[in-house]
């Protein structure tokens, strides 16, 4: 019987003055914290917003299909929204890998706080490392939950599952999101944490939030989860060179991760490839 897949979020997106187009601290505009989100109720169990560090956050629960995937994220984009114009008619958000912030909106605590939670490197089994405090930028994220239907995904599989997610989304992701700054500080191959409920995959950038890759970023994680479950003897994962995905997901190089998805026939989102 083929397995439910349930795929989560919590992704972060920028507070930009449309007018001006500088980007500004959120937390003066959007009620919760990481330690205390601010649960959003008319939509269901699961939805809630935060600020984390200067940038707007949210979180969806566990969905089931592409549909519920892509509406409860557009839904919870809308909530945002709905709050920021509500304080200021020029304010909207902005999905976007890196943007340069000015260091008037850089000053506070928050604004200074980084990797107040470890995440962890596939490959290394081993803590990624606290990341400095860029100066002058933000960067954005986009981190996927997995786990599977009355079920949850071990240890095992969850490890085996981050690494074909870097094969079927990160891969592709090189190509369609040219922004290299994020992989400085967020976002190499491999990053992970592991859940009670399965991995949490922290690879792609908030530039993939944009309403036209929606459905491909859960489409390209249901292709990853099943090709964990398809491969239990482990000879698909075998027969890749891990090495070579990784430096070129950390690279940044796009000559090499348009071999890789021809080589691996990997589908590719049907929209222009260009970074906002």
């Not at 003055?17 to 169990?45: H, Q, R, S």
């Not at 079927?168 to 290299?180: A, C, E, Q, R, Y």
């Not at 700054?181 to 991995?199: E, F, I, Q, S, T």
């Amino acid at each position: 019987m083929k397995k439910q897949f349930l795929v989560g979020a919590d992704p972060e997106c920028f507070v930009v003055n449309k007018k001006t187009g500088e980007v500004v601290d959120a937390i003066p505009f959007i009620p919760g914290y990481k330690d205390n989100p601010y649960w959003i109720t008319g939509l269901g169990d699961g939805y809630a917003i935060q600020t984390d560090n200067i940038l707007a956050e949210f979180n969806i629960p566990a969905c089931r299909t592409r549909e519920e995937f892509v509406s409860s994220i557009r839904s919870m984009k809308g909530v945002i929204t709905g709050y920021l114009l509500a304080q200021d008619k020029n304010l909207g958000i902005l999905c976007a890998a890196t943007q340069d912030v000015d260091e008037k909106y850089l000053q506070s605590d928050q604004a200074r706080l980084f990797g107040c939670e470890p995440d962890y490197c596939v490959y290394t089994m081993e803590e990624n490392s606290a990341p400095g405090v860029p100066k002058g930028y933000r960067t954005a994220g986009f981190h996927i939950h997995c786990s599977i239907e009355d079920s949850f995904i071990d240890n095992v599989r969850s490890c085996k599952a981050i690494k074909f997610l870097d094969l079927f989304l990160g891969i592709p992701s090189v190509i369609i999101d040219t922004d290299p700054r994020r992989r400085g500080v967020y976002g190499k191959a491999g990053a992970m944490r592991l859940k009670v409920y399965g991995p949490e995959y922290r690879t792609p950038s908030s530039y993939m939030l944009n309403d036209e890759f929606l459905g491909y970023m859960y489409d390209q994680t249901i292709t990853a989860l099943d090709k964990v479950y398809e491969d239990e003897d482990s000879s698909f994962e075998d027969s890749i060179d891990w090495d070579y995905v990784r430096k070129t997901i950390n690279d940044g190089n796009i000559t090499e991760a348009e071999k890789i998805v021809k080589q691996f026939n990997i589908a590719m989102p049907c929209v222009e490839s260009s970074v906002t």
